[in-house]
């Protein structure tokens, strides 16, 4: 009775994944780094699949965010880097993070949030660069970067 159980849910998983081949099928996402003093000034949305471009990147970064603040370890076998930076702001209050990414069909949507201080809200006044940098599991998937706002909107 096992062995006709055990082949009877095989077969229905295995027809699951094949009928869910193009559905949306969320992956875990790991937080490297977060928060408001990048030393890259411009706005960044990207993928980073070799070690060696991780500790560009890294440098690059880690002009404004402080000497003593080590480079996050990822394994670049089994994992990826998705790097979003908003760019330089006026003032404090913003914000950016990755807060999702699934893979669709031979997509890799990547959902960034941001976020702006409201009009007239007391704020820090000094330059400002945020980023997340987070690791997923290693893809070849075109990526595709959307904004969760309006994705929510929809």
Request: charged share 25%.
């Amino acid at each position: 009775m096992n062995l006709i159980y055990t082949v009877a849910l095989s077969l229905a998983f295995g027809c699951l994944q094949c009928a869910g081949a193009d559905s949306p099928r969320p992956l875990p996402v790991r937080s490297l780094a977060k928060g408001v003093f990048s030393g890259i000034r411009d706005a960044r949305q990207e993928v980073v699949r070799k070690a060696g471009d991780w500790e560009k990147l890294w440098s690059q970064h880690s002009v404004s965010a402080g000497a003593t603040e080590k480079i996050p370890a990822v394994d670049f076998d089994k994992e990826m880097v998705i790097a979003a930076t908003l760019g330089t702001q006026r003032t404090g209050g913003y914000s950016i993070e990755v807060v999702g990414v699934e893979a669709r069909g031979k997509t890799l949507r990547i959902s960034i949030k941001k976020s702006a201080p409201p009009p007239g809200a007391i704020t820090i006044q000094a330059l400002t660069a945020p980023f997340h940098f987070v690791a997923v599991p290693k893809s070849d998937l075109k990526p595709q970067f959307v904004d969760a706002a309006a994705e929510k909107r929809k």
